[in-house]
């Protein structure tokens, strides 16, 4: 018997505990601004990074989170809430307008002016 175990279940068992006791003890995180693995001890900050993509925020290592000053924290979109949801989407830039349909079987045509100039 392999180990002990005479039941092919009691292996399949203890190896299956093996495993889950072996990948969540020596689980690591990855940090998103230098990608190196690290404990969650060493990664207990996050931070957003909106020039690597991340607009909310990540965890990232503590080094690489007392090295981001509030300039690379600062978000690159801005975030307007639509009440419908949007089927199709048409941008004008020579009339700076923004057109919109929806779900709800409504045309909108929305004034972008304040978002382009």
Known sequence: PLLGFEYPWCRFLFLFVAVFFLIFYF???????CGKAICDKCSESTSPIPL?????AVRVCNDCHGELTDEDRTSLAQFYEVKHRVISIHVDLSQRRLVTSGFDNVIK?????SLVD
């Not at 690597?52 to 909310?56: A, D, T």
């Not at 045509?109 to 002016?113: G, N, P, S």
């Open 27 to 33: 689980y690591q995180h990855h940090c998103r601004k």
């Open 109 to 113: 045509i929305w004034d972008i002016k």
């Open 52 to 56: 690597l993509g991340f607009e909310y």
